[in-house]
């Protein structure tokens, strides 16, 4: 091992060393556990703490908020007198409830602890907290209880990062003469874990809401440990994605495949689509700031957080809205009126977002639709924004039998509908009676057919043993006909009956058919059966991946090999796991990988920041730039031997992460593990 190593590298390739085995992945979400929260749709989120104290403002500068304490550098002291002022005698929990049933909402989640780590009850393990402040007020269980009373489920936001605590890493950069001496974050992690273990036994949430997981000191391991508590104390409990450390930033959706949490979080943005089969919750501000900000202007309009919520129904997820009351517990009057502008129209429309699926036809450029199933027929919920300048709503490929269509909440005579090829067409009135959106109910009869073109699943393009292929329709009712040899499949192609089994090379073909007619465009997707590369049989030096850490300040990978690396070593995997998460560090792994079956191999590099994955000399995986963790997955056609390995990643700032692993296709994905390198 190179002496010159310096102190970060050092430890790192010192922990690096020992990673032990990946934990068991928990079991994915349970539908009878989802069910209220999938109904719900449209849930208050509440932003509330010492921050509201001063209001945004802080020496002649007021565009802060829940941040405060960090973005304006005030030292842990002085903002620990905020706790003897914090007296919310105005804080009246039936009213928060009332305002926010009203608005159509579901469900509450308020900030039990935020990243300063003051908590909204009197914890058992803590002084910084509702115990030390004038009214020592349990505002937590003031809070459930009336959610109890008024119907609406309660569920508590918590940081896991901590300004505040001692033994919480790292500390803010700015914190220079708050020393790091002596503080350990596995005793932190002992005391989230406490605090935690308090909420869920003596609260109950609905939704445990974690956040402050990107910090260098948080990892898959301890997220999974955090996750397995939560559901250990109430197995009924929802715990959202950022209990885990690979969320994608405010995207939001977990991409790496052993990431644990029940729903995704866009924050501040709503996907462009939905993902099918994925839950998610866009969180949103009323205007510019999470925690009250008095000088904060930029209230959005009723017409567009209501035209959001339609928008986030639409593709499947739930909109959580935000509202930051005052420090004396009182909400802003700007936002009663939001509130109760949106329930105004909630009152009224509010069951075509309630219970709601996603649309089946994706964003119209006069609205959105949402879709709701009573048992042997379904109504469309056509959102009309703007009404088209022909006054036709146009819904594309759409097979059922039609039944009506008229205003939703209305009765009598309804609007004239019609089909125009594959297409049906329905005539709106000359005005519409609703300005932010009015509501079309179109019943048609059975499930919805529509006629997309189906999709061609597999694991991969190429492969080496015999390969699976599945033709998928969305739409269990069509009639799906494929062809091998690249040309358009008709209704005397072969039938879509179960799995395709290749053992050639071909060029898969699907059209929908219904009634016996061709009613999508054709999909296409070409395989191709490889020799596999030849592997090589040699001697091994014992000591698996030779591991070399490099220091340098980079946005993209650097060439490894221009630089001298500050140590060198050994290591069985490509992993981080129980490693210091250093910033301003690239690591590079190189090896054999003995390979046992003539087969296409999958690989999944996971990394924050960027990565790749070279075998035997060709890039296999790209993954570089600096992103939060986000997995990429190549294959490859490998023979029986050795085949040379090369992982390189590095790290900027913020989170870090890395994870390789690989499977033959149709296998389960495991940690590559190297046991020796070339002599």
Known sequence: MSTSASPLALALFALACHAPAEPPAPAAPSDARMDWWREARFGMFVHWGLYALPAGEWQGQSDYGEWIRDSARIPREEYARFQGQFDPVRFDPDEWVALARAAGMKYLVITSKHHDGFALWDSAVSEWDMGGTPSRRDLLGELQAACRRGGVRFATYHSIMDWHHPDYLPRRPWETERSAEGADFERYERYLHAQVTELITRYRPGVMWFDGEWESTWNHERGVRLYELCRSLDPALIVNNRVDVHRGGMAGFSQASEAVGDFG??????????LPGVDWETCMTMNDHWGWNRADPDWKPVEVLVRNLIDVASKGGNYLLNVGPRADGTFPEQAIERLQGIGAWMAKHGDTIHGTSASPFGAFPWGRCTVKSFGEFTRFYLHVFERPADGLLRLPGLGNELHMA????AFGEGFPVRREGTDVVVELPAQLPDPIASVVQLCVWGEPIVYRAPEIVA?????VRPLEVRVESRSPRLELRYTLDGSDPSAASPRV????????????????????????SVTRREFRRVEPRPGRFELLAAGGFVLKAYEGDWDRLPDFASLAPVLTGSVREATLERAPRAEHVGLQFDGLLAVNVDDVYVFALASDDGADLWIDGERVIDNDGLHGTVERR?????GQGQ????????????????????????GTLAPVQVFGHAR
């Open 265 to 274: 979080t866009p924050e501040q943005e709503i996907p462009a689509t939905g």
């Open 406 to 409: 008229n205003w939703h909440g």
């Open 497 to 520: 009956t179960g799995t395709l089994e290749l053992t050639d090379s071909s060029v898969v073909s699907a059209r929908a058919f219904h009634r016996g007619e061709p009613v999508s």
């Open 634 to 638: 190549g294959h490859v056609a490998l």
């Open 459 to 463: 694991e991969s393009d190429i492969f």
């Open 643 to 666: 085949h040379d390995i090369r992982v390189r990643w590095f790290n900027k700032t913020g989170g870090a992460e890395l994870a390789l692993r690989w499977a033959p296709l149709g």
